[in-house]
């Protein structure tokens, strides 16, 4: 059964939903006769490269007391374990893929995630 419009990750879902609700998806299967046509993988690519932005999902109560405790220990530059801690939670939260940086001292790096833990704060103070 097709996921409703509000559930789909991204586009490889909708894709998925269009080509089942029109009977392509069944048709095409009959044609490749059991054998595994990549259709999990593509849709899982496009998922990734055209996500949809949900607006973002509560803190689980363990997030909300790490958060919490990352918040009382957090200064103005961050250990590589806290970027990757930061990184994570925002992907999940925001439905995002996960990203991680290259360099994590670089202005631009800096930026994102000073924009990704002001996000991640909204959430916390709205729990």
């Not at 996921?3 to 069944?26: I, N, P």
Request: one cysteine or more; hydrophobic letters at 35%.
């Amino acid at each position: 059964m097709a996921r409703s419009k509000k559930q789909h990750k991204g586009l490889g879902d909708t894709v998925e939903a269009v080509l089942e609700k029109t009977g392509a998806s069944k048709l095409f299967h009959i044609f490749v006769d059991g054998e595994d046509c990549g259709c999990d993988d593509r849709k899982e690519i496009l998922n990734n490269l055209f996500p949809y932005r949900f607006k973002a999902r509560c803190l689980t109560e363990q997030e909300y007391n790490d958060w919490k405790e990352f918040k009382d220990i957090r200064t103005l530059k961050l250990e590589w374990k806290q970027v990757i801690y930061v990184c994570d939670l925002y992907a999940s939260v925001f439905n995002r893929q996960k990203w991680y940086p290259e360099c994590h001292n670089c202005s631009g790096t800096v930026k994102t995630l000073i924009s990704m833990i002001d996000k991640l704060d909204k959430v916390y103070n709205a729990y």
